[in-house]
Structures are given as C-alpha cells and as structure tokens.
C-alpha cells in the first residue's frame, strides 16, 4: 500500500528532525561571551577565564547588564549598562575584547539615560542615547583606541571633556572588602584623563549635580591610604578652571553644609576643600 506524498513527507521530515543530534539544539552562540558574575558582594564582568571586577569604579550601581556585542576586525566590543539610583538611572563603559589579548573597559560616561544603542563602524564603536533621563534630543559617543568622547557637530567638541556620569563617595573600607583596593584605579574611573587637562575642562558640559558628585567622590577618595596627595595634584586643573574652579568649590560647600549628607562625606568635602584651595591659592601666585 502506497502512502500518499503529503504523509511520506511528514513522516521522513519527523524522522529528520528526531533523529537530528541533541547538540545542535543547544547550540551556543558563536563567538565570546561577556558574562555579569558576582565576584564577593558586588558584581563583576567575566570573559573567558578574566574577571573584570567593578568595572564602574567607586560609582555605585544596583545591577548591571550587558546590552550588546559588536564584532571588529581582531576581537569584539561590549556595552555594558550600570543600573543605578533615580538621580542617574544609567551609566555605560566599554569593554573592548581583541581576539587572544586582555579585554579592556572604558571610564564611565553617558547621560544618565537609560536606552543606549551602539553600531561597530571603521576603528570605532558609536553609541547613542537620549540627551537626558526620559528623553530629549540624542546623542552620540564614539569610542575609539581606549577612549570616549563625544560627537557633535561643533568640531570643538571632539576635544571636550566627557562629561562624567554622577559619583558616589565609596569609602576604603567598603572598596576593599570585595578584594584589593587601589585609589590609582579610581582616580582613574572618577576623574578620567581629558579632567586634568584645562584646555578639554572649558569646553566640556556638565551639569552642577553631576560636577557635585564628582568633587564629592574625590573628596571621599583622598582619604583612601596613600591617596591624598595624588588625588589633591589631579584634582587641580579642575579647581583652577576659569569654567568650573569657582563652582567646584561651590560644590563641595553645597556638600559640607548639606544636613542630609553622611557626616563623614561632609567632614571630607570640608577637608578637600581646604587642600584644593592651599593648592590652587598657591598655583596662582607664581
């Protein structure tokens, strides 16, 4: 007896398909892997055997979620968004992966809007995000050769400072309880390189609630063992700024005086404060 076409079909594509290996199935997506882990009590990023513990620095996140993978010639880039409080609900760093070398993650940045989308072009991976939280009109940053800067049509504005995503004081004991601790590596993440350089700090933007978590956090990390000194020293281009001198240290009043700050934060800000002034008084006189 002959089995009509229709039925043969489905019994020889039946048999196909249950015969089909139970691997392909579970078939892993090709290419690495950047994973969210959890390294003590904080959060970490894993790839392949490397860990990259917090890689927000001392800026406090609830969560963090890798929103994407962006093949390049020689390796890949990730994007990877911070979750944190209603002030700023989204931060994002770059984690770039080149094929058989040690992946590296950029400083922070963003506009503390959540959304973030990004594209792989030549050299580079361009990220856009609404302008502010809940909207407003987009943005874009690139990131390029270990760096993020901002896209504009004002060509001046390549050589802007980022403008950094809110801080939070971390205090040492805190930092160091998921592991060492080392105030070069936060410096480093709270105040990035195009920060210590006056001529990117005057044409950058930064909003004051950002420019306050930002002195706050270094006031917070001058206090760290060994830190004051190179914090205080990095810290001056910041405070001697025709720009942004005077409000930083309006910053750090706001801070010191604010009853619904943590004493200890005050006492710091009040203390930084001192130092940043004995040094920017004595910049100014020579």
């Known amino acids: 007896m002959k089995l009509p076409l229709l039925a043969l079909t489905v019994a020889v ?5 249950l015969s089909l290996p139970a691997t392909a199935a579970r078939r892993a ?3 690495p892997q950047l994973k969210v882990v959890t390294s003590g009590s904080e959060q970490a990023l894993q790839l392949g055997a490397t860990v990259l513990s917090r890689p927000f620095g001392a800026q406090l996140i609830d969560r963090m979620t890798v929103t994407g993978r962006y093949p390049f010639k020689g390796g890949h880039y990730f994007l990877v968004e911070g979750q944190g409080g209603s002030e700023c609900p989204a931060r994002y760093v770059v984690v770039q992966a080149p094929t058989g070398q040690t992946p590296t993650v950029s400083a922070p940045f963003g506009t503390c809007s959540t959304g973030a989308s990004a594209s792989a072009r030549t050299g580079a991976l361009v990220i856009t995000m609404p302008g502010q939280p809940g909207g407003g009109s987009f943005v874009r940053y690139a990131y390029a050769q270990g760096a993020v800067k901002p896209i504009a049509g004002d060509p001046e504005m390549a050589e802007a400072a980022v403008a950094p995503p809110l801080a939070q004081c971390v205090d040492y004991g805190t930092a160091s309880a998921a592991g060492p601790a080392d105030y070069r590596t936060e410096l480093d993440r709270s105040l990035p390189t ?3 350089k006056r001529s990117r700090i005057a ?3 930064v909003s004051q609630e950002q420019l306050r978590g930002l002195v706050s956090s270094l006031a917070c990390l001058a206090t760290w063992p060994g830190a004051e000194r190179s914090v205080t020293k990095a810290a001056v281009p910041l405070f001697s700024s ?3 001198g005077k409000a930083s240290f309006a910053a750090l009043d706001t801070t010191a005086r ?5 004493p200890g934060l005050r006492a710091n800000a009040r203390a930084f ?3 940043m002034h004995f040094l920017v008084d004595r910049r100014e006189a020579f």
């Open 13 to 17: 594509s039946t048999t196909a398909i």
């Open 29 to 31: 997506p090709a290419g």
């Open 194 to 196: 195009d920060w210590r």
């Open 203 to 205: 044409k950058a933007e």
């Open 242 to 244: 025709s720009r942004y």
């Open 258 to 262: 604010d009853l619904d700050s943590d």
């Open 273 to 275: 404060a001192a130092n």
